[in-house]
């Protein structure tokens, strides 16, 4: 049986006088006939007696009602001729969702999709919850059902390869998708707990909301993505990366709890203190454990402003040398380091194709050629930023100055500007909206992120930048290290057995064009080739918001260890394998023979 919430206590909803009789007539009803069948009030008093009502505004308020009700009996139906769930017709009212179950094919093709542009699956149905409990119900629902059904939470979608699909379920929108339909159904929105230094977020919240919600207190969450169009509950599940993670540690490790809807509906408050194996196992847990409906995020006054700095390298170990240099200050007093230290490679006509190029003019005009072409035309860009406001805008330069004198640049190559703190960690935003304008955008993303450690780093370059990559980028190429030991090893996520270990992010566009080098397939098989070149040099790295296909390549990519924790986890929070399939980690139990990867 379900768990259902009484209809009793919610006066909203109006009850069928003959639920149960409705139910069956409407589960018997051809499901193409049903797709077209009018909303009328006539209608739904047909599936629900209405009793006649004097007034008219009120009979409209019934028929909405009403009409809510009926989508929802007719997604679940659909689900039951689907995939076979079991549930008593009488129950199908009472799951007692307060969001919306829909089958809408509009809804179902918004989440059917991703940022990659590689992979489609269709669901059978989309629920846009209104509350944490909306969640719990559905997921309870799949696990209790005979057959059962995948339930796969989408953030906002920007995977690259299918992660946050399903074509064997529901997919729950979880940043209230379908805005633009007025569906906006996203519990309330952030709390911030000013002396404390947190917020208490939705999972499915987009960081830029966070941000928003946070600065009217003067705070702001410590780490960050370098884009934040993306949910709250997307990133922790993979792990949150940015300039600042060599000092504050990727997003998930500046949570302090989480609220789970774990594989069997059940819906639980995580901490160090309070299930803590369920804490760590969701922290970059690629959404297999449950799906994360509330975070409390650690927060840190706010800077005002940022003196965002750009210098250039010809010399690959002098570039290495000082971003390792600037992440070994993460213990240091503020005014020590700086508060951001990322990079980038420039691979001759890089610039134009990076979405930061716009940062070299117009004031800042560089003439890439005159910078030196010595190592096979390749640059290398390292990015620095130093919070400030106006407190300590007076000893700015200084701080600056004592940091840049150490490190060693091209010195002619330097490119300073000041943004407020906002604009610059909204940059990507500014990227995207130039390319949506010019329909560079919506193409596949065929991208990889690699973790490589720090003793190999010289090889990839040699090997990638200088090789593989044949002079063409097709996109922005980061590169940045990142201490380990702001990691914590108890979480899901994966990184190499090094110290310190690097972030390599090829994040290129596929264009329809006759330039062979920008095609998708061009790109992707390139990929390949920079995957076995690392692979055949024995460079152990390992992916960033991985996507393999095979068991053994999971079983490699967790190592034996966390391979065997990961399965412990999984049989203890999901037991049926029925959230986010589309990571392709597990098969679920209803469907072994089914998926690509055998069951295990
Ligand atoms: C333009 C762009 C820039 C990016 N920049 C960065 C960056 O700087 N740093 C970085 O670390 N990443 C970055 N990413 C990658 C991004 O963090 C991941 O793609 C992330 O998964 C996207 O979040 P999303 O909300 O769209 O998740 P989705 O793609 O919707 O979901 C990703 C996975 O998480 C699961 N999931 C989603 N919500 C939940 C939840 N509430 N609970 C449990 N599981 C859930 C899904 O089922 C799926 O398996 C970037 C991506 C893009 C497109």
């Given at each position: 049986m379900l768990r259902s919430k009484s209809l009793k206590r919610n006066p909203a909803y109006v009850i069928s006088t003959t639920p149960h009789a409705a139910a069956t007539r409407f589960c018997s009803f051809p499901l193409r006939r049903c797709a077209h069948f009018p909303l009328s009030f006539t209608s739904i008093?047909?599936?629900?007696?209405?009793?006649?009502?004097?007034?008219?505004?009120?009979s409209k308020k019934i028929t909405k009602i009403m009409a809510s009700k009926f989508l929802l009996t007719f997604a679940i139906c659909r689900l039951i001729v689907a995939v076979g769930l079991t549930l008593n017709p009488t129950d199908l009212p009472r799951l007692g969702i307060d969001g919306r179950l829909t089958v809408d094919p509009s809804h179902i093709e918004e989440v059917s999709g991703d940022f990659g542009g590689m992979h489609r699956a269709e669901p059978l149905a989309v629920l846009h919850p209104a509350t944490a409990s909306d969640v719990a119900r559905l997921v309870r629902a799949a696990y209790e059902s005979a057959d059962g059904f995948a339930v796969s939470a989408r953030g906002h979608g920007h995977s690259i390869n299918g992660q946050s699909q399903t074509s064997n379920g529901v997919v729950i929108d979880m940043s209230g998708g379908g805005g633009s339909r007025g569906l906006r159904l996203k519990p309330a929105g952030p709390r911030v707990f000013e002396k404390e230094r947190y917020v208490d977020v939705?999972?499915?919240?987009?960081?830029?909301?966070?941000?928003?919600?946070?600065?009217?207190?003067?705070?702001?969450?410590?780490?960050?993505?370098?884009?934040?169009y993306l949910s709250v509950g997307g990133t922790l599940s993979n792990a949150g990366i940015s300039g600042q993670a060599f000092n504050h540690g990727p997003q998930i490790g500046n949570v302090h709890e989480v609220d789970v809807v774990t594989g069997k509906g059940d819906l639980m408050t995580c901490s160090e203190e309070q299930n803590e194996e369920l804490f760590h196992a969701v922290?970059?847990?690629?959404?297999?454990?449950?799906?994360?409906?509330?975070?409390?995020?650690?927060?840190?006054?706010?800077?005002?402003?940022?003196?965002?700095?750009?210098?250039?390298?010809?010399?690959?170990?002098?570039?290495?040398?000082?971003?390792?240099f600037l992440i070994s200050l993460q213990g240091k007093p503020v005014s020590e380091k700086f508060d951001y230290v990322e990079g980038f490679v420039i691979v001759d006509e890089g610039l134009i194709n990076n979405w930061r190029s716009s940062f070299f003019s117009p004031s800042n005009p560089v003439k890439i050629s005159s910078l030196g072409g010595a190592n096979g035309g390749v640059l290398y860009?390292?990015?620095?930023?130093?919070?400030?406001?106006?407190?300590?805008?007076?000893?700015?330069?200084?701080?600056?100055?004592?940091?840049?004198?150490?490190?060693?640049?091209?010195?002619?190559?330097?490119?300073?500007?000041?943004?407020?703190?906002?604009?610059?960690l909204d940059r990507v935003h500014t990227a995207e909206l130039?390319?949506?304008?010019?329909?560079?955008?919506?193409?596949?993303?065929?991208?990889?992120?690699?973790?490589?450690?720090?003793?190999?780093?010289a090889e990839f370059d040699k090997g990638v930048f200088k090789g593989i990559l044949g002079k063409k980028t097709s996109g922005p190429i980061l590169i940045y290290p990142m201490n380990k030991n702001k990691w914590d090893e108890r979480s899901s996520a994966v990184t190499p057995d090094e110290e310190v270990f690097y972030l390599v992010a090829l994040l290129r566009s596929a264009l329809d064009t006759d330039d062979e080098t920008q095609t998708l397939e061009y790109l992707s098989n390139q990929n390949r080739q920079i995957l076995r070149f690392c692979n055949e040099a024995g460079i152990n790295l390992k992916q960033y918001l991985p996507h393999y296909t095979t068991k053994s390549e999971w079983m490699d990519h967790f190592g034996p260890d966390k391979w065997a924790l990961f399965q412990q986890r999984k049989l203890e929070f999901d037991p049926k394998r029925i959230l986010a399939t589309g990571q392709r980690i597990f098969s679920p139990s209803f469907a072994a023979s089914t998926m690509a990867a055998s069951s295990w």
């Open positions: 008093s047909f599936l629900y007696k209405i009793p006649p009502h004097k007034n008219h505004t009120e939705w999972g499915g919240e987009l960081w830029i909301d966070v941000l928003r919600h946070t600065l009217e207190y003067g705070l702001a969450p410590k780490s960050w993505t370098d884009y934040l922290l970059g847990g690629l959404g297999q454990f449950g799906i994360i409906t509330r975070a409390r995020i650690a927060l840190e006054p706010a800077p005002k402003m940022v003196r965002w700095i750009r210098v250039l390298y010809s010399n690959f170990s002098e570039f290495t040398h000082d971003q390792e860009c390292l990015e620095i930023v130093k919070n400030y406001d106006e407190s300590s805008a007076g000893t700015l330069d200084e701080e600056v100055e004592a940091l840049m004198q150490k490190l060693k640049f091209i010195p002619a190559s330097v490119f300073k500007t000041d943004v407020p703190y906002v604009d610059f130039k390319l949506r304008s010019k329909g560079l955008w919506d193409v596949p993303h065929p991208w990889l992120n690699l973790f490589v450690p720090k003793s190999r780093i």
